[in-house]
C-alpha cells in the first residue's frame, strides 16, 4: 500500500502516491472551564511516478467542533465536529485528544 494523506476531511487512502506530505493546525478556545471551541485546517500533497495506477493529488481539509473535558487529570475530551474535504462532508466523534496530550 501506497502512503496516504491523512487529513481529518480527506478521504481515508483516497489520496496516495509514492511519497506524500501533510501538514494539520488546530487552535482551540476555551469558553469555559470544560468546554472548547476548535477550528482545524490542513493540506497535504502527494506524488506519483507510474500515473497509470496511482495519481498525485493536492488535498486541504478543514472543520470547526466542540470538545468537552471529561476528565481533568488525564487530559481527556469528548468532541463532535464536522470537517470538509475536496470531495465530501464527515462528521467526527472523539474521544481523547487530537495530539495526545493535555492541552490545558
Do not use: C, K
Not at 494523506?5 to 506530505?21: C, V, W
Not at 475530551?77 to 495530539?99: M, N, S
Amino acid at each position: 500500500m501506497e502512503p496516504p494523506i491523512t487529513l481529518r476531511g480527506a478521504t481515508l487512502n483516497r489520496y496516495q502516491g509514492d511519497r506524500g506530505l501533510s501538514s494539520e493546525n488546530e487552535s482551540r478556545r476555551r469558553i469555559s472551564q470544560r468546554w472548547h471551541l476548535v477550528g482545524f485546517a490542513g493540506v497535504g500533497r502527494s506524488w506519483a511516478r507510474d500515473t497509470t495506477t496511482v495519481t498525485g493529488a493536492n488535498v486541504s481539509a478543514y472543520g470547526i467542533g466542540a470538545r468537552y473535558r471529561i476528565a481533568s487529570l488525564f487530559g481527556s475530551d469528548l468532541g463532535i465536529g464536522p470537517a470538509r474535504g475536496l470531495e465530501e462532508t464527515v462528521v467526527y466523534f472523539q474521544f481523547g485528544h487530537t495530539w495526545g496530550r493535555n492541552m490545558d
